[in-house]
């Protein structure tokens, strides 16, 4: 039993925490767990060629791209923009959580980058978030603008990774395949990608109940703060 | 039938394709990025099966790959280019001739996959598509080439401009499209090195191991905690996996590995949402919006983030053994 091999994971944590780039991280700690734990050089190459060839399913969601990459150069991210605005009337609260529910069921088909911070947030919600506020009567000081904003980043976040797993083709679900697979288990994508739906649920109904006490704690303006 | 050794032989050819576009744009790095990592996609196979035989090089040149992989990604650059305006107002136009039939194609590509894998049960010929070993992904590619030719239909465009935008989509996520099979490479060589075993062992001289609710919460707060430092799930699922999930949740008190990797995945994102480390999604965000607390949105988070922690506890605790 030797705790040499531990470096790697060392390497792994100083290396994120320092933010070098994350591919050479991972590279470099691999090397270094292997170095660490006394494989010679051409036996450790060979491993990580090897584990490297025997992973290269988690590559597979690129065959999605062009399909994607096309809808979008023919206005996918303009259209759900076009459904965004659509929840022009609603209440800030109603619309926060129509966005949550629509980014999570995009995600869920994989189709996490038609919105986004730079694509849909800027540009769409936090505005529409604002106005709404200001047509219930919210009190518009700086500080409560900038709390409405920061709640419709949060929205976008929860939707987006609450909503992803449950599509097969995400990273995440052959990450966890792949490993499970190199471990002799065999699983299949989809049985991985269906047991992600009950936390889906339950994010949703969790932030969807926040947005609705937020959105009543601004109302009445009892801030803290 | 289709197999998936075909499949990974299209993904290979496809990043030839996209190598030899950037490298003719003059775009080096990234061309000799895609191109360096189609080989092992064109030959995975033969690779392992050298291996198999005994013969080691081929394994060893594909090390020597991946570190060089390692070292182009430090190099090169994620550079969004520039939308000018023309092409703005064409997908504008575009978006308002297309309308909703746009989302079609992209829904194809779960609804195929799922339709394809119930095909056992249809009559031939259908039913001889897809090959038997890993069917999720060989229906999943079937679905993804159904879907480009329903979106070619949609849209009028041509294959060639499809590999375009394909490319155009691979270069913008660059270095982080390799991320998770670099970090599932990670997994295999930690097993291998005995990482896993080092934990576990430590684990065990902190917690109670023959208790699985210590187990269970030591996982569970151990993917958290890692996701916190680093600033990424996927990095801290190979460790908390080989650590803990493996040997002491699945070996030793039979828990059900589906369950415990989606929902240990998304105990991990619980994480996510809490640290300045994913700067992408809780500080880039800040900025964008002038928050003057660049902490903004992880406080609007955290609430939902420790509720969101404690059910999944709760679902792996119900579900998983």
Known sequence: MSYWPLLGVAVVIAGFVLRRNPALVVVVAGLVSGIAAGVPVGDLLALLGRSFVENRALLLFVLTLPAIGMLERHGLRERAQDWIAGFRRLTLARLL???????????????????????TVRPLLAPMAEAAAAREGIDADAGTRAEVRALAAATDNVGLFFGEDVFIAIGAVLLIQGFYARAGIELEPLE???????????????????????????????RPR | MIRIDHVYIVVGLFLVVAAFANLRAGRRIPGLFWGVLA?????????????????????????????????LAARSRLASPADDDAAVRARRAEADRIGNRLFLPALAIPLVTV??????????????????????LVALAVACAVAMLFALRTTRSTFPAALGEGTRLLDSMSWAALLPMLLATLGSVFAATGVGEAIAHLVGLVIPTDQRLACLLAFAFGMVLFTVVMGNAFAAFPVMMAGIGLPLLIRQHGADPAILGAIGMLTGYCGTLLTP?????????????????????????????????????????????
């Open chain 2, 277 to 321: 480390m994913a700067a992408n999604f809780n500080i880039v965000p800040a900025v964008l919006l002038e928050l003057p607390d660049q902490y903004g949105v992880i406080r609007a988070q955290v609430v939902t983030a420790l509720g969101l922690l404690a059910v999944n506890v709760a679902l792996m605790w119900l579900l998983v053994f």
């Open chain 1, 97 to 119: 959580i129509a966005y949550l529910g629509l980014r999570q069921v995009l995600s869920m088909l994989g189709l996490t980058n038609v919105a986004g911070h730079p694509q």
């Open chain 2, 39 to 71: 080989l092992p996609f064109l030959f995975g196979d033969a690779i392992l099966a050298a291996h198999e035989a005994g013969t080691e090089w081929p394994a060893q040149a594909t090390g020597a790959a991946v570190v060089l992989l390692g070292l």
């Open chain 2, 115 to 136: 339709l394809l894998l119930g095909s056992s049960k249809l009559p031939a010929p259908l039913d001889a598509l897809v090959g038997e070993r890993q069917t999720t």
């Open chain 1, 192 to 222: 991985i990608a269906l047991w992600a739906l009950p936390t889906a649920i339950a994010a949703f109904a969790i932030h969807a109940l926040r947005i609705a006490w937020v959105s009543r704690r601004l109302r009445r303006k009892e």
